[in-house]
């Protein structure tokens, strides 16, 4: 977690200048670094690797587990949208979902942090019977590539089960899953 924090913190600074330099003076038209790739245009397609911790579970502790998923970035340089799925499978774990977010960048340069968050639709599996229900999220994340051919993101992100999870046997009210989500991906 120190990683991606410190990771987000080295991406901060380039975004800024980048998005300084890319103001041009009055009268002189705008030079981006790649202008055949207008990612206002093209949607990003990515795979991602990671991981899913969680911290409220059925089973009492924090059960883990280790996967990965897919998505579709769009890019309009002003926000950023998405449209996911993330299969992580653990020891008595089981996240099954499919999602849409919408995103901040906090800079129009090639290299920026984000902040956003979205609805997942899936089935979750913490130590217990699982359920299946609706997944909020919130997210905090870099990325890295926004004019080249080749797109590194790096997220951090939180959801939260609408749907409560009991034991195995278990007749009362049942818990919550919630949780960080961590992932790495690679977008062409």
Known sequence: MRTLALLALLAAAPAVAADRSEASPPGEASVRQDPSRDSGRMPWLGLRLGGVIGVGSASGGQPGAGGGGAYVLFDARDFLGDVNADFFVGDGVHFYALGIGAYYPFSRGNVTAYLGGGVKLGWTEFGGDGTFGVLPYGAFGVLMGR??????RAELGYFVATSRETKPG??????HA????MTLGLGF
Do not use: F, S, V
Not at 147 to 152: D, F, R, S, T
Not at 170 to 175: E, I, P
Not at 178 to 181: D, K
């Open 147 to 152: 004019e080249g051919y080749i797109q590194l």
């Open 178 to 181: 919630n949780g960080p989500i």
């Open 170 to 175: 278990d007749t009362g009210a049942g818990t």
